[in-house]
Nanobody, 118 residues
Framework: VQLQASGGGLVQPGGSLRLSCAAS????????MAWFRQVPGKEREFVAGIRWNGYAPKYADSVRGRFTISTENAANTAYLRMNSLKPEDTAVYYC????????????WGQGTQVTVSS
């Protein structure tokens, strides 16, 4: 299983970005996938999650109402649309997936840097 995250960049506060996560190596059905983020010196934190079939989206309180997670199941691709970005959203963003129900997030992408700054 391989995950490839892309779409990060530099954006001004209040701006938007869309991250993509392309997965390959198997079919993912309804397994959960998620976006996490990490800044230096802090633990990786959950941002948003969804099942590959598009069901059951969920969000961290810090991004609810600003970020939208979605999937294109036939293309094994997930997205994270980020609106109203704040400087505190600056981090490396990772996508990850479970490959068994109830298991850990055991397949991870390489991360994409998001920097929110004026």
């Amino acid at each position: 299983v391989q995950l490839q995250a892309s779409g990060g960049g530099l954006v001004q506060p209040g701006g938007s970005l869309r991250l993509s996560c392309a997965a390959s190596g198997r079919t993912f059905g309804s397994y959960p996938m998620a976006w996490f983020r990490q800044v230096p010196g802090k633990e990786r934190e959950f941002v948003a999650g969804i099942r590959w079939n598009g069901y059951a989206p969920k969000y961290a309180d810090s991004v609810r109402g600003r970020f939208t997670i979605s999937t294109e199941n036939a293309a094994n691709t997930a997205y994270l649309r980020m609106n109203s970005l704040k400087p505190e959203d600056t981090a490396v963003y990772y996508c990850a997936t479970q490959t068994s129900y109830g298991g850990p997030y055991n397949a991870w992408g390489q991360g994409t840097q998001v920097t929110v700054s004026s």
